[in-house]
């Protein structure tokens, strides 16, 4: 059978040296496929038989050949069937490798032996012999026998390695055939490819060309002799010209050998690639896990025999928040940013890992003394500090960091990355943006911090929040102009938990959002009962604004209630403004026509910048109580008020002074003038029912 009627059984290249050696064969031939279906054949076979060319095909399956040749006077005395089925038999009897012989009779009277022997992944290699005339002869059929066991014994070989690179040598070292792949690999001059080339001027041109096989080249050529002498079957690998080959020797009955040559080079770097990926994390190319807990394994021993070393948790604050609203491809890429500026920090023999989220650990070995891991924890915390530029956004996010130390803190893996979770635990409880060591009975502080979150999730279940409101008192009305809505939360085991202890909690774990809802929805109920105009602040949390539907949430409040929108002021943080998002901006500026109020709080505090209030046009911009608190022991501090009130007087933006609580305090803001003022010299949070006699009375008839 030609080269193109294999189709894509083969390569070109190699259909061409099958052709030839098929075509100048001087007997039938043919394979027959596993499932009985003709895989290839010569023109000497269809002669045989007196197929015409046109009526045998690739995947013609044996019965209808044995009809065929039937038909064409074949097997006279047998029908089809009995002839398929005793053809069938004799095959599926000759599977174990071992040649098979038979006769049988063509038209004409002639007599045609056939041989048939079992490749596996091929099917049977059959061989058709006229031997009428041979049969008389008895030293012409011995010689003819001889000649097609050598022609199988070599075509046997060229059909079992044909797809790799193929070079088969006789007994006495001499090369009988190649194919292109064996050239093409090792870019073999034609002259090395004539038969009869001897297998050490072979081995020389590719040593002198730089093949590596691991070993010196005389001992590489001792072992592939002894093989040879043995007959034994062999593999080997070596590198030639930034190539890996893969090498097997197989040996042949007449005590010559074969060897089949495959470049494995993609499949070694892949094999590679794959070990890497079982180790590393895939985004950052950092260890892993289990590449990070392999080296803490390792210096276990270590630890024991007395180094120190030091772990560290590191987490990323804020990160989920800015992964939720600015997206997943933004999120991605601030890791890759994060992971390059903590192998920044680090020491040469320092191991970082990514294990999983904005989660990352530091092995540090070996080390004197704690203040070597509070240095690097230190590097860590300023490094994160800094503004990422990310998408043409400017993100700040920042890095808590928990420190357990060997041997003090444990000498094992599993207790020091758990003591240093709990150390992060305490950094991230602390406000974030800092380091912690571990310390004993950090176990006690971790528990009752899941006890609040739990405790969270029954308390919106069973509706047990409650709202308290403090007044805000305006200084040109001379009286209660709004109320802050403040959550208050009595926890049935652990009495009233403080809100900046438990809404940590509830934004971390995003209770925040349903929570918000509820407060959003309860003030503006309590707010519309009030007898003047008095207007309510509700706080909202940067993480509600991962809430598609804040806008709507608010808008159904106030429909609810029939509260004027005019009567709403929401209040939010510098954080929410940290992440330049168009989303946010437009749920901003969405709320402000609706008729809702917005309020910057906390402004002086964390990263306060003019181009906050130029980034939305704020009703009214509330100063933090520290201020207040250090009015008498710093001058600075009423400079800073001052310059906050001028500015929101030139901003027309109106000036809230939180935390006061002295009548000096209150002289002080009349005199700056100061728009507002909250604090406890007006009156703490009270309960809904009692705000209808705080607006009865004059609230600094007890200040004057």
């Known amino acids: 059978m030609i080269a193109t009627e294999l189709g894509t059984a083969f390569r070109s290249d190699e259909a061409l040296l099958l052709d030839a050696a098929l075509e100048t064969m001087p007997y039938g031939f043919c394979v027959w496929s ?19 060319p046109d009526r045998i095909t690739l995947g013609m399956p044996l019965d209808a050949v044995v009809r065929l040749s039937i038909e064409l006077g074949n097997h006279p005395g047998l029908s089809a069937e009995a002839f398929l089925t005793a053809y069938k038999k004799e095959l599926l009897d000759n599977r174990g490798g071992a040649r098979a012989k038979s006769q049988e009779r063509a038209s004409g009277g002639r007599v045609i032996e056939t041989g048939h022997v079992f490749a596996p992944g091929l099917g049977w290699v059959v061989t058709h012999e006229d031997v009428t005339e041979e049969i008389a002869t008895s030293e012409l059929v011995q010689r003819r026998k ?4 050598r022609q199988n014994m070599r075509l046997d070989a060229a059909v079992n390695n044909i797809s790799q690179g193929l070079s088969m040598f006789d007994a006495m070292g001499r090369l009988v055939i190649s194919n292109q792949p064996f050239q093409r690999i090792y870019e073999l001059p034609e002259t090395l490819l ?18 590596n096989p691991g070993t010196a080249p005389d001992a590489y050529l001792r072992w592939r002799r002894t093989m040879i002498a043995n007959g034994e079957f062999g593999k080997t690998v070596h590198e030639f010209r930034n190539r890996t080959i893969m090498v097997q020797h197989h040996p042949t009955r007449d005590g010559g050998w074969v060897t089949t040559h495959e470049d494995i080079t993609e499949q070694r770097q892949q094999e590679a690639r794959i070990r890497h990926l079982a180790r590393h994390d895939a985004l950052t190319e950092l260890p892993n896990r289990i590449q990070f807990l392999e080296e803490m394994a390792a210096i276990e021993p270590l630890i024991e025999r007395g180094e120190k070393a030091a772990v560290l948790c590191v987490d990323l604050d804020h990160f989920k928040l800015i992964n939720d609203t600015l997206g997943h491809a933004v999120g991605d890429a601030l890791l890759k940013q994060a992971s390059a500026r903590l192998w920044g920090t680090t020491r040469e023999n320092d191991v970082l890992a990514r294990i999983g989220g904005d989660e990352f650990t530091l092995l540090i070995r070996p080390i004197e003394r704690p203040s070597d891991a509070a240095a690097v924890a230190d590097r860590i915390v300023k490094a994160m500090a800094m503004p990422f530029s990310i998408e043409g956004n400017l993100v700040s996010i920042g890095a808590s960091v928990g420190i357990a130390l060997a041997p003090d803190d444990g000498s094992d893996a599993d207790t020091l990355m758990k003591n240093a979770d709990l150390a992060l635990y305490k950094a991230k409880s602390e406000g974030r943006s800092t380091f912690h060591f571990f310390e004993p009975g950090m176990d006690a502080a971790i528990q009752k911090r899941r006890t609040i979150e739990t405790g969270l999730r029954t308390a919106l279940e069973d509706k047990s929040f409650r709202l308290a409101f403090q007044p805000l008192f305006g200084l040109r009305e001379n009286r209660i102009t709004g109320f802050e809505a403040l959550l208050r939360w009595h926890h049935p085991e652990r009495g009233e938990i403080s809100p900046g202890e438990f809404i940590p909690a509830a934004e971390e774990t995003g209770l925040i ?30 993480v509600q604004f991962k809430n598609p539907q804040l806008y709507e949430t608010v808008q159904q409040a106030l429909a609810d ?19 330049d998002n168009d989303s946010n901006a437009r749920t901003l500026h969405r709320l402000r026509a609706l008729g809702v109020r917005v309020s910057m709080d906390d402004f002086g505090t964390g990263y306060s910048s003019l181009s906050y209030l130029r980034s939305f046009p704020f009703d009214r911009i509330k100063i933090d109580r520290s201020f207040m608190r250090d009015l008498e022991s710093r001058p600075d501090s009423r400079a800073i008020i001052r310059a906050v009130i001028g500015l929101g007087r030139s901003l ?35 309960p809904p029912e009692a705000i209808a006699g705080l607006l009865a009375r004059d609230p600094l008839a007890s200040a004057r």
Request: glycine share 8%.
């Open 34 to 52: 596993p499932d009985f279906r003709l895989v290839m054949w010569n023109r000497n076979y269809c002669s045989l038989y007196g197929f015409p």
């Open 146 to 149: 001889r000649e097609l066991e």
């Open 194 to 211: 004539a038969p009869g080339t001897t297998f050490d001027a072979i081995m020389a041109y590719l040593f002198a060309q730089g093949m």
């Open 513 to 542: 959002v349903p929570i918000g809802d509820w407060v959003l929805r309860e003030a503006c109920k309590v707010a519309a009962g009030w007898p003047g105009r008095q207007r309510v602040a509700v706080n909202l949390s940067p």
């Open 561 to 579: 209630s029939g509260l004027s929108p005019s009567r709403l002021e929401l209040e939010i943080t510098e954080s929410l403004l940290l992440i």
């Open 652 to 686: 027309g933006m109106q000036v809230t002074a939180e935390g006061v609580e002295t009548r000096e305090q209150l002289d002080a803001m009349r005199e700056d003038g100061m728009t507002e003022i909250q604090g406890f010299l007006i009156s703490a949070a009270v």
